[in-house]
């Protein structure tokens, strides 16, 4: 008997969106994001910060002449930018597109060395310290992206010259380090997930066998990244090899039980030890990783579903530490957190899992990006303040407004391979059973149906699965019920179905011969006032305010005042409306009653301010920072 039963890959080219809000995303990535960031990388773009990274391509090429520029990871921008590219082509054909990324894959192929090998940095810059200094280097994680985006690029086009690149790197990388080779461990843990990508695209074991190597040799020697640096005797950025915390090399990975270090790192890490605890049948992995993910959603995530506390070393911190203005919550992060929660999924079907995932895709991943696909947040605060976010010491990180870019572009690239694959996140296939976690329009193209969804989330909570099934045989429909619903009602083929005997781990399993089926989901989405728990200091005294999937936040663009002057009545009922203009166009906003604190000369005063009713408008969290500057809050202070 398996430890775990197996998920079937689901293929982005087999799940077409047509979802007005996920159809609406994707269409802005396709025209509109793919292109804009397409001129980044070739530094095309006036105003934008500079890339190089194609250029830096074809230098390694012998193609153009010229110096490396930009960080030791640049690669990765291309690869993630392919990746993305793939899902694309299976959503919408487009030669020319598909033409100058060939293009592209040529330059990467040409710069590869004879033995494998391939990096920019270290072939134009220092070919002599190559594999020398894995703790900040970012070698392995440059290699994992290019797994990434081969193994997509191939599956989605059934074009190889990508994947035959990444298979002579991991040959080199499997020739080098292993179980009586060379010992290492990526300081940037990704390399895991990209070549368990490899294995599955090949079949070729010794790539999940590497990818396991790499998982299980993490902390067996807390102080490998000291002895690298001691033997190398140079160093890049500095980064701290006593910090092993920060690197998730501070106890083997069965041991680690609360998330520490750099978010990216751990959460990438801990979706890799997922991936394989499924296939390996690891029970205890499973049990380390789902020890780590209780840790984080319980004490080290904010409501978004951002992850990192603090900018120095863009890092988890003690439990509860949560501070909203200087909050880091890197847009990175919150695509590992979806990544993670999918491999949870994949192993354990538990609806909290999808909770987390859905919050993840709508708040914490969604606010990003700028709302034309034209700017992108790196730090996610839930606080900025006018003239102090990204001015004042401390408060460097957050900024108030979108950038084109950024030197460290590592957040644009990775929003655009998510969105675009956002259809593999839809489903779980296991055996007879057709898990469905998130509610997006679309037809899906799974093993024992076809099936057809009708949805108005995330403003509405109606739902319609039109079923087509390709067997005879009975099968199970697994339906989420997500934590926010209320009044959950299922209707089938005209016939309510008494669903409360059919529950486990929050979905309904309904099992039947089905056919040609039409299954009907109803839940209210009523607003809900969120309070944290009493140990975050940020938000004692506070509440926020959620409907459905969508966390809101309160934007002075609405507001006539400083929002540090209002305060929210405790017995107060917000109301819905549809904006009807603007860039905020067909969003459902909250009407908020609330109080304004009447000002006054003195800096100090023995009694309370004054105050006036107001009426405050709420907005979707993803959608702020897209108007005139000014203040931003997601927790408001409750009177």
Same mark, same amino acid.
């Given at each position: ?10 293929? *982005? ?6 979802? +007005? ?5 994707? &269409?802005?990535?396709?025209?509109? *994001? ?56 299976? *959503? ?5 597109? %598909? ?19 391939? &990096? ?97 040799? #993490? ?12 033997? =190398?005797?140079?160093?890049? /950025? ?15 990975? =069965? ?9 990216? #790192? ?46 120095? +070393? ?22 590992? $957190? ?24 709508? &708040? ?71 898990? !469905? ?7 899906? %193209? ?18 319609? /699965? ?23 009602? *299922? ?55 959620? =409907? ?13 005042? !400083? ?11 917000? @109301? ?18 609330? $109080?304004?604190? @009447?000002? !006054? ?20 969290? /993803?959608?702020?920072? &897209?108007?005139?500057?000014?203040? $931003? ?7």
């Amino acid at each position: 008997m398996r430890a775990f039963i197996p998920a079937r890959r689901v293929k *982005v080219k087999n799940i077409k969106i047509t979802d +007005g809000f996920w159809g609406d995303i994707q &269409n802005l990535i396709i025209k509109e *994001v793919i292109p804009y960031q397409e001129k980044i990388l070739k530094d095309e773009v006036a105003g934008a910060e500079k890339s190089h990274a194609i250029e830096n391509f074809k230098i390694a090429a012998g193609i153009s002449n010229g110096e490396f520029y930009g960080t030791v990871f640049q690669d990765s921008d291309v690869s993630k930018w392919i990746e993305g590219v793939a899902y694309s082509l299976s *959503v919408k054909s487009d030669p020319e597109l %598909e033409a100058r990324t060939d293009k592209i894959i040529s330059y990467i192929k040409a710069a590869q060395q004879e033995d494998g090998y391939l &990096n920019t940095y270290f072939i134009i810059k220092e070919p002599e310290h190559k594999w020398q200094n894995l703790h900040e280097c970012h070698e392995l994680y440059c290699a994992g992206h290019l797994f990434e985006a081969a193994a997509a690029y191939y599956e989605e086009t059934g074009k190889r010259e990508l994947l035959d690149v990444a298979i002579r790197l991991a040959d080199h990388i499997d020739r080098r380090f292993g179980v009586d080779k060379i010992s290492g461990i990526p300081g940037h843990p990704e390399v895991e997930i990209g070549l368990m990508k490899l294995y599955f695209i090949t079949g070729n074991e010794k790539y999940k066998k590497l990818a396991s190597y790499f998982v299980e040799q #993490r902390g067996q020697d807390p102080d490998f990244f000291i002895k690298e640096k001691q033997n =190398r005797g140079w160093t890049l /950025f500095h980064m701290d090899p006593y910090d092993r915390e920060n690197a998730q090399c501070h106890k083997p990975v =069965r041991e680690q039980d609360e998330a520490a270090g750099h978010c990216v #790192r751990a959460v990438y890490l801990y979706t890799a030890m997922a991936g394989l605890a499924m296939e390996t049948e690891d029970v205890s992995l499973y049990e380390a990783c789902k020890k780590l993910w209780n840790n984080i959603i319980r004490k080290k995530m904010y409501i978004t579903g951002g992850i990192g506390s603090t900018a120095r +070393g863009e890092a988890f911190t003690q439990a509860y530490d949560l501070p909203n203005d200087t909050a880091y919550a890197e847009t990175c992060a919150s695509v590992a $957190m979806v990544m993670f929660a999918k491999q949870m999924l994949d192993l354990d079907p538990d609806a909290s899992y999808a909770d987390i995932m859905e919050r993840e895709l709508y &708040n914490g991943v969604m606010g990003g990006m700028q709302l034309d696909g034209k700017g992108f947040f790196y730090v996610n605060p839930l606080e900025t303040v006018h003239g102090i976010s990204g001015d004042h010491f401390g408060f460097e990180h957050v900024l108030p407004r979108r950038p084109k870019w950024y030197a460290c572009a590592c957040c644009p690239p990775n929003l655009v391979r998510l969105f675009m694959s956002v259809g593999k996140y839809i489903w779980t296939e296991k055996k007879e059973i057709i898990y !469905s976690h998130l509610f997006i329009s679309q037809t899906a %193209e799974l093993e024992k149906a076809e099936i057809q969804v009708e949805s108005k989330l995330p403003w509405d909570g109606d739902v319609t /699965f039109k079923i087509a099934s390709k067997t005879e045989e009975k099968w199970t429909l697994a339906i989420r019920i997500p934590d926010y619903a209320e009044g959950f009602k *299922v209707i089938c083929n005209g016939g309510e179905v008494k669903y409360k005997s059919m529950i486990s781990k929050g979905y309904i399993y309904l099992e039947r011969k089905w056919k040609e089926d039409i299954l009907e989901i109803h839940f209210s989405l009523n607003i809900k006032k969120v309070y944290a728990n009493p140990q975050v200091r940020a938000d004692a005294g506070c509440v926020a305010f959620v =409907r459905g999937p969508i966390v809101y936040c309160f934007e002075q663009a609405d507001q006539r005042e !400083s929002l540090q002057k209002y305060r929210i009545p405790q017995d107060v009922q917000a @109301e819905t409306m549809i904006c009807k203009e603007g860039i905020l166009k067909d969003l459902v906003l909250l009407k908020v009653p609330g $109080m304004c604190l @009447e000002e !006054s000369d003195d800096l100090y005063m023995t009694q309370m301010p004054q105050a006036s009713n107001v009426l405050l408008t709420a907005i979707p969290y /993803f959608s702020w920072g &897209n108007r005139t500057k000014g203040d $931003m809050r997601v927790w408001m202070p409750e009177k």
